[in-house]
């Protein structure tokens, strides 16, 4: 399995939008769904605020594929839910062991 984390701080007002977008039934999920080996995302928040998702791939390799398919897609949803955002970090991408 492929795992992609990444890190966001919601810009304050946006929690709600970018709750919907992030989570299972949002933009970004529906995205990732055309997507063969796409196994899912979740959404996580912690005490103070900050999020963090988890995608799941079956390989890097089909990961990479559906992002050459679609980068130009991909690069417009990325821009529209840019102004949810204050920081938006890519933690790592790791494969199981």
Same mark, same amino acid.
């Given at each position: 399995?492929y795992?992609?984390?990444?890190?966001?701080?919601?810009?304050?007002?946006?929690?709600?939008?970018?709750?919907?977008?992030?989570?299972?039934?949002?933009?970004?999920?529906?995205?990732?769904? @055309?997507? +063969?080996?796409?196994?899912?995302? !979740?959404l996580?928040?912690? #005490?103070?605020?900050?999020?963090?998702?988890?995608?799941?791939?079956?390989s890097?390799?089909?990961?990479?594929?559906?992002?050459?398919?679609?980068?130009?897609?991909?690069?417009?949803?990325?821009? @529209?839910? +840019?102004?949810?955002?204050?920081? !938006?970090?890519?933690?790592? #991408?790791?494969?199981?062991?």
């Open positions: 399995m795992v992609i984390l990444w890190e966001y701080e919601c810009r304050p007002g946006s929690e709600a939008a970018f709750e919907s977008a992030y989570g299972p039934s949002g933009v970004w999920v529906e995205f990732f769904r @055309q997507g +063969e080996g796409y196994l899912g995302t !979740e996580l928040r912690d #005490s103070s605020g900050h999020y963090a998702t988890i995608d799941r791939w079956v890097a390799t089909q990961h990479a594929a559906f992002r050459t398919l679609h980068a130009e897609e991909y690069r417009a949803i990325d821009a @529209q839910c +840019e102004q949810l955002t204050t920081v !938006e970090r890519h933690i790592g #991408s790791y494969e199981t062991v």
